[in-house]
């Protein structure tokens, strides 16, 4: 599938595209407080559009491992800032919403979104493959073992890309069944793994694109990376562009990053390849 329905425009998919991630929480791993006021939304959306990326991530809930949502009411208060901003000062930007709350995404639709980003797979609110369908917007399918508050205390799989796999088939059939027709995947990484299971899905994420839907991958500048080489966060873009550079090799259509310029480089020169 190399096309997406985003609001009654076809979105193609034929060239990796970039999803620049826009936390407006406080506590987020990388950016967390960066992007609280209206201004400094509108100037990092800017910029992230003038560097090349093609949808926006807009996030009110930090997902980091450890960490607890606030309330429903807190969430959706920080992402109408945003999303409000961003719709207002750039009208044509594709935006997605990052959250596993079907009330966020629907509030999040009338305010500008056109794709749902759950990092649950709707395991963490049943009403969200519903609101997908009802709101005719792409969902991104994301594996997730267990929550954020507890899915790095000792993950354990038997094979962890059968698992993943497995788990892709059965949500896609429920989210088919309620009519949800653009469905991206995402094999979560760092959300219920270890290292090694996190460098074992990438090395296998062929494996997922060849499911028939495109797959995302978002490794910017997480611990798969920063403990692997025993560096600091704001030290891992490098390690970043590299493990982008493979995901592109291994079919990953949408790249989810912090690094917008470093990634536009990393899929032109790999096109040009």
Not at 5 to 19: A, C, D, Q, T
Not at 99 to 127: C, H, M, Q, Y
Request: charged share 25%; proline share 4%.
């Amino acid at each position: 599938m190399e096309m997406l329905n985003i609001r009654g425009k076809l979105f193609s998919l034929e060239k990796p595209v970039i999803m620049a991630i826009l936390n407006v929480t406080p506590n987020s791993f990388f950016d967390g407080g960066k992007y609280i006021s209206e201004k400094e939304i509108i100037n990092k959306t800017k910029e992230y559009l003038e560097q090349g990326a093609s949808i926006i991530d807009i996030g009110g809930c930090s997902t980091k491992p450890g960490s607890l949502p606030p309330s429903i009411d807190k969430e959706v208060e920080r992402i109408k800032i945003g999303l409000k901003a961003i719709s207002k000062e750039f009208p044509e930007a594709i935006i997605s919403i990052d959250t596993f709350r079907a009330e966020v995404a629907k509030v999040a639709n009338d305010f500008g979104a056109s794709i749902i980003n759950d990092i649950s797979g709707g395991s963490l609110d049943s009403k969200m493959f519903q609101a997908a369908a009802d709101l005719k917007m792409p969902y991104i399918l994301m594996h997730i073992k267990g929550t954020p508050a507890d899915m790095q205390i000792n993950p354990i799989y038997d094979n962890c890309t059968a698992e993943v796999a497995y788990y892709f088939s059965e949500k896609i059939a429920k989210l088919i069944e309620l009519g949800v027709k653009d469905i991206i995947l995402d094999p979560g990484f760092g959300f219920g793994k270890t290292l090694d299971h996190n460098f074992e899905l990438l090395q296998n994420l062929n494996f997922f694109a060849e499911l028939g839907y495109p797959v995302l991958a978002g490794v910017s500048r997480k611990s798969m990376i920063t403990k692997t080489l025993n560096i600091k966060t704001e030290d891992s873009l490098n390690g970043t562009t590299v493990l982008n550079a493979i995901a592109l090799q291994k079919g990953a259509k949408i790249l989810r990053v912090h690094d917008v310029w470093a990634a536009k480089q990393a899929i032109e020169l790999l096109q040009k390849l």
